[in-house]
């Protein structure tokens, strides 16, 4: 089976941008969860989604936001960049009772 | 609520060494325990999981950890280090949310270097 799958690598964003990244999770998947990674915060939750539906949802503020389609593929949107939004954003999919998640590479983005 | 501590944000051994990561956990209810790994410039790629059952868990790349539910431990090791185990390692906690899903809650990561 293929892997989890993030679009684009890589990402240079000016503040005051919006930005789009795409997750495509493994294959019969339907749980996509976001997470943010800096030096500064680790590893942070975003959002999960399942069904469409946002499940559950961190601590991050309304320029956060997301959706997943009918296929379970995902997409999480950030407006109004700021300098600390600069992080490497990864996707996870997971089935629904193991529990276990599964990673993509991530996409990495820089504010300027 | 859940919480993960690793101690020791480094971690250095020499090749052909026993590689020892701690972890300790904090959880409300039974727990889901996870390790993964992360090379420069990549995702997360898990490592081992506990779930249920047997508390000595076998993970890829020679790894295994033992769940510990008295002293609230999963520690990670390896009787034999090489250098490709050069990695940042991160425990983490999951349970399952009333409303469904599960959210992981990550440790803060401990870089291992492995020397010759």
């Known amino acids: 089976k293929a892997g989890v799958t993030q679009t684009p690598r890589y990402l240079i964003k000016t503040r005051g941008q919006q930005v789009t990244l795409s997750c495509s999770p493994i294959s019969g998947h339907r749980s996509v969860s976001w997470y943010q990674q800096t030096p500064g915060q680790g590893l942070q939750f975003l959002f999960e989604y399942f069904s469409e539906t946002q499940r559950n949802k961190g601590n991050f503020p309304g320029r956060f936001s997301g959706r997943q389609f009918s296929n379970s593929r995902s997409e999480m949107n950030v407006s109004t960049l700021e300098l600390g939004d600069s992080a490497l954003y990864l996707c996870?999919?997971?089935?629904?009772?193991?529990?276990?998640?599964?990673f993509g590479p991530g996409t990495r983005l820089t504010v300027t | 609520a859940q919480s993960v501590t690793q101690l020791g944000s480094h971690v250095s051994v020499s090749e052909g060494a026993l590689v020892l990561l701690r972890c300790n956990y904090s959880?409300?209810?039974?727990?889901?325990l996870f390790w993964y790994v992360q090379y420069p410039n990549q995702g997360l790629q898990l490592l081992l999981k506990y779930t249920t059952g047997a508390t000595l868990v076998k993970g890829i790349n020679g790894f295994e950890a033992e769940f510990k539910k008295s002293e609230t431990s999963f520690h990670l090791t390896k009787p034999s280090a090489h250098m490709s185990d050069a990695a940042e390692y991160f425990c983490?906690?999951?349970?399952?949310?009333?409303?469904?899903?599960?959210?992981?809650?990550f440790g803060t990561g401990t870089q291992l270097k492995v020397e010759l």
């Open positions: 996870a999919s997971s089935l629904e009772r193991t529990g276990e998640q599964y």
């Open positions: 959880s409300s209810v039974p727990p889901y």
């Open positions: 983490a906690v999951s349970a399952l949310l009333t409303g469904g899903g599960n959210k992981l809650t």
